[in-house]
């Protein structure tokens, strides 16, 4: 059932390939969906893209112990010329390095990049083609793995650059090299960057913004998913106007993960009604376990469909790489959510039913429902004898609610209709006395006048 599910597919293409590593990796570490041979051919033919030499030679070793042959490559004339290739661009970018490394220099340089690029180029001869060797000496490191070195040179460049072509790709290539060394403060910090500079940019077309923004949506998981504010940034960056269009119209498999951090972040409870309208709109495009989850519970209250919902939710929690980790806090959430609502519709609850809904055994669920009524303070009290929870409904009838919302119309009347009586009487008495005293009045005129 699972396999239906794998969204590895959909996302490979909105992916940098170095990225598309770790997904293939968990596939195959976790057997999921494809065989072990299929997934290791797969990881060879991206690595040939790459200028990762070493990991080329292992994977085609490998591809030898499982029987198949790859095709012939000639690894040590490649490793020859990717060598060469990276002692020539470091030469050429630490030649840059030593002179922004100068501490005279580090000290005059300012905010203003153009000011900057004079001052290089007026005492040390640096032109923008020579600043341009930190960027490609970067991009050339992150082909060849080394992630740290590429995030370091990447970052120099944007320190120096003026041109905000490269800027934006040397941007997304230090995010990029932050995520694979698994350094998610400096990548959290580069994703809101890069949203700031997506969002302000004036692209060549919409189409072209539209697809940063995807591109962006797809990366960011990474992040989100792994850093301690993560998901409050997935809820509150999701759920704005501008990716919430970009999820509707080009990729609505984001939708499964927007609902996974908003059932797992308690403090965004406020906004599972925005969610569910969005749930609602898209589910003839896009649907799964999770966000079936959240239909069957708020749009349907449907709590047998929801129980049969959550028991999947768990097997593509635990089969998808962004959303592992998170599994036992998404079950543990959804049940919360399940007992809210359910105690909000029923004022006499069976605990061994509630529990059963839970997907919980009895004793489990006797647990769980004191420690529910505890911690959230739930008006309700449990009657061990007959084994069920009685909740004390404070609501107000329909028809008390009709008195109240009247009462509040005449008093709002009232006051309203006293306030035009006295402001007919002042024009009354206004008009009275100018009758009376007409020069008075002409007076008062000239001197407002």
């Not at 995807?214 to 704005?240: E, I, M, Y």
């Amino acid at each position: 059932m699972a396999a239906q599910y794998d969204l590895t597919s959909k996302m490979i293409p909105f992916l940098d390939l170095h990225l598309v590593f770790p997904l293939l990796e968990f596939l195959e570490i976790n057997e999921l969906f494809y065989t072990p041979t299929t997934l290791l051919e797969a990881r060879y033919e991206l690595s040939l893209k790459t200028s990762m030499i070493d990991f080329i030679d292992k994977l085609h070793g490998e591809l030898k112990d499982a029987g198949v042959t790859p095709a012939p490559i000639e690894l040590v004339e490649r490793r020859k010329e990717i060598l060469e290739k990276l002692q020539n661009s470091q030469a050429e970018a630490q030649k840059v390095m030593d002179v922004i490394e100068n501490p005279e220099v580090i000290s005059a340089l300012r905010q203003d990049k153009l000011q900057n690029l004079q001052f290089l180029k007026d005492n040390y001869g640096m032109t923008a083609e020579m600043i341009q060797t930190l960027y490609k000496f970067g991009q050339f490191q992150y082909s060849c793995g080394n992630y740290g070195g590429a995030a370091d040179m990447l970052y120099h460049y944007r320190v120096l650059s003026t041109d905000d072509t490269l800027g934006l790709s040397a941007l997304w290539g230090k995010l990029a090299s932050e995520i694979l060394v698994g350094n998610w403060e400096v990548a959290f910090e580069a994703v809101q960057e890069l949203k700031e500079i997506i969002d302000k940019t004036h692209f060549a077309s919409p189409l072209h913004q539209l697809e940063q923004r995807t591109w962006f949506l797809h990366w960011s998981l990474f992040v989100f998913f792994n850093h301690p504010k993560g998901r409050d940034a997935v809820v509150d960056l999701f759920l704005q106007p501008a990716y919430i269009n970009t999820i509707q119209t080009s990729c609505p498999w984001i939708l499964r993960y927007l609902t996974a951090a908003v059932v797992t972040n308690k403090r965004r409870k406020n906004l599972l009604k925005e969610l569910v309208k969005v749930i609602e709109h898209e589910t003839y495009q896009y649907r799964d376990p999770i966000t079936e989850f959240v239909e069957a519970l708020y749009v349907n209250f449907d709590f047998d469909l929801a129980k049969q919902k959550l028991a999947e939710c768990e097997e593509v929690l635990e089969n998808d790489f962004f959303l592992v980790a998170i599994q036992e806090d998404f079950i543990q959430n959804a049940r919360c959510f399940i007992s809210e609502t359910y105690c909000r519709i029923h004022q006499k609850i069976d605990v061994a039913e509630l529990s059963q809904t839970l997907n919980m055994t009895k004793e489990e669920g006797e647990k769980w429902i004191v420690n529910l009524i505890r911690d959230t303070k739930v008006d309700a009290k449990i009657d061990y004898k007959e084994n069920t929870v009685l909740m004390n409904n404070n609501t107000q009838s329909v028809y008390q609610q009709i008195i109240e919302r009247t009462k509040g119309l005449s008093f709002r009347s009232q006051v309203l209709a006293t306030s035009i009586e006295k402001r007919e009487a002042a024009q009354l008495k206004a008009a009275q006395h100018e009758k009376n005293h007409p020069s008075t009045a002409v007076s008062e005129a000239a001197t407002k006048a």
